[in-house]
């Protein structure tokens, strides 16, 4: 990986390969730091994710597996 080959100083953060959503998180994140704005929808952003896995998970508990 070319990460490996950063000198000392130079940062480097890792996201899949064509994962430009998960790039943008991370982004977000950092801006975040100094942004409360921001910051709060990000929030936002995160609570709604959790929301969605655990509506899956009501969905799969419901209608098992298979029929999922």
Do not use: F
Request: aromatic letters at 4%.
């Amino acid at each position: 990986l070319s990460m490996v080959q950063m000198p000392s100083g130079i940062p480097v953060a890792c996201v899949g390969v064509g994962a430009a959503r998960n790039a943008g998180i991370l982004a977000v994140q950092i801006l975040s730091l100094s942004d409360a704005a921001l910051r709060e929808k990000m929030k936002a952003y995160k609570a709604r994710m959790v929301q969605q896995v655990l509506d899956k998970d009501n969905r799969l508990q419901q209608n098992g597996w298979r029929n999922y």
